[in-house]
C-alpha cells in the first residue's frame, strides 16, 4: 500500500477533479435523469427546467471527465453514463448519508422523551 508521501501530486489532482465533476448540483440531477438510459440534449432540458446553454455546459464537462458517453442521431445529440460505477459511489455516499440522519433523528427523539 502506497503512503500518501507516495502518490504523485497528478493522481491527487485528478481524484480531486473527478470528485468536484460530482460535486454540483445539476450534474447529480441529470445523472440521476440518465439512470433510466440515454436521453437527448432537449429532454434534459425540459425535465431540469433550465437553458439548453447550462445543461451542454454541465454535459460538455462530465463527457471531458469520462463520465458520460455522447452519441450523434441527426441534428440531436443524445447522452447516457458511461461507467455504472458511478452511480454505485453516489449510492455509498447517499446510503451514508441517510444513516446520519438516522442517527441524528435518534438523538433528538431521545432528547425530547428526556425531556418530558
Do not use: W
Not at 1 to 27: A, D, H, N
Request: net charge neutral.
Amino acid at each position: 500500500m502506497q503512503t500518501s508521501e507516495s502518490v504523485p501530486s497528478e493522481v491527487i489532482q485528478q481524484v480531486s477533479e473527478y470528485f468536484s465533476v460530482l460535486g454540483e448540483p445539476m450534474r447529480l440531477r441529470i445523472l440521476n435523469l440518465l439512470k433510466d438510459g440515454e436521453k437527448c440534449v432537449q429532454d434534459l432540458v425540459e425535465s431540469t427546467s433550465t437553458s439548453q446553454a447550462n445543461v451542454s455546459k454541465h454535459l460538455k464537462v462530465m463527457l471531458q471527465a469520462g463520465i458520460l458517453t455522447r452519441r450523434s442521431e441527426g441534428t440531436s445529440a443524445y447522452y447516457s453514463v458511461a461507467d455504472d460505477l458511478t452511480y454505485d459511489l453516489c449510492h455509498l455516499v447517499c446510503d451514508r448519508l441517510a444513516t446520519r440522519i438516522e442517527q441524528q433523528a435518534r438523538h433528538f427523539r431521545a432528547f425530547s422523551l428526556t425531556g418530558r
